[in-house]
């Protein structure tokens, strides 16, 4: 049923469909009886899909055991021209240049403390962390604290976004040298919060390993929880004829993503994320034998359907 219904929503523009998902989702929530399972805590859903803390209540309901929204910057942020979301159905694929499009910090902090009022109380709620588009990379420390420091009493965990293909210039703040000092910003801001708060480091999917060794030995004396592989894959996508670069998550991801991970693995002991590309629950169950200790689906959830983290999570307990 799901792929017929899937057929008719895919005739509509990729961004128009996402939107109308939101009105589906809060008819069929409250029919759901709750999901449980000793994976449930493990899946999540993935940066990018809840931009604006819109969905967060209804999430538990369709098995997710936390969720990353955002990427969340300072002042709000209009994003990039549409067209900038794309299917590519033959590949198990979408293609975004999103650009972080949000309401920006102080709008979408609210919406989280009013939603954390309504969720379980082991549901988590983590904050994908960016830096404006008008800020200079020498400025980035700034932006990434200063969202930090709206969620401060209502953010789970914060995730420093450094990896998406969509921000130009964004990836260069990879470099230790750079992304030292963002991790630093942010952990002050913590420290000075009343409670402690994990911090993760989201990185790209073309690292080689020698890069990713670099950053991991770096990140690892800076007190951090762990980090979220992988990222979108930057590439082109052309639509009527015109060349459009951004990032691929789907299928595409699947084998690079799996592979970031293991290399990860082999270097540190610190919990790791794993995203992109998990479309099926075999991909999933690769993940943790490959030695994630949590998931994130974003990809997985829009062509496996509505019920997918349902049965994930089910699989997977079992």
């Known amino acids: 049923m799901w792929f017929l219904i899937r057929s008719i929503l895919f005739l509509l523009p990729a961004e128009l469909t996402h939107q109308l998902s939101h009105p589906f989702m809060r008819i069929i929530a409250p029919f759901l009886t709750p999901v449980s399972g000793s994976a449930k805590a493990k899946v999540g859903l993935a940066a990018g899909f809840d931009k604006n803390a819109e969905i967060l209540t209804l999430l538990p309901k369709f098995g997710f055991g936390f969720a990353e929204i955002g990427t969340v910057t300072p002042k709000p942020q209009g994003g990039n021209d ?30 989280v403390r009013r939603a954390k009022k309504l969720l379980p109380p082991d549901f988590l709620v983590g904050v994908n962390l960016g830096k404006n588009k008008i800020t200079p990379d020498t400025e980035a420390a700034s932006d990434y604290a200063k969202v930090a420091e709206s969620f401060i009493d209502c953010a789970d965990y914060f995730v420093i976004n450094v990896s998406s293909p969509n921000t130009p210039g964004l990836r260069s703040l990879q470099k230790p040298e750079f992304l030292i000092p963002i991790v630093r910003a942010v952990q002050e801001k913590i420290q000075k919060g009343a409670r402690s708060i994990p911090l993760y ?25 762990g980090l979220v592989l992988t990222n979108t894959q930057s590439g082109i ?19 690079i993503a799996l592979q970031r991970l293991k290399e990860a693995r082999k270097l540190t002991s610190l919990p790791i994320m794993s995203v992109g590309g998990i479309m099926t629950v075999r991909d999933a169950a690769d993940r943790f034998n490959a030695g994630a200790t949590q998931i994130q689906i974003y990809s997985g959830w829009i062509y496996g359907g509505p019920f997918f983290i349902r049965k994930l999570v089910r699989s997977l307990s079992k």
């Open 201 to 225: 480091v989201k990185l790209a999917p073309e690292l080689d390993e020698s890069s990713l060794q670099e950053i991991v030995l770096a990140l690892e004396g800076e007190n951090i929880a």
């Open 237 to 255: 996508y052309i639509y009527r004829g015109k060349e459009y670069s951004g990032g691929y998550s789907g299928s595409p991801l699947t084998e």
């Open 82 to 111: 549409k067209p900038r979301l794309f299917r590519d159905p033959k590949r198990n694929a979408l293609f975004n240049r999103m650009g972080f499009n949000n309401l920006g910090s102080g709008i979408i902090s609210e919406r």
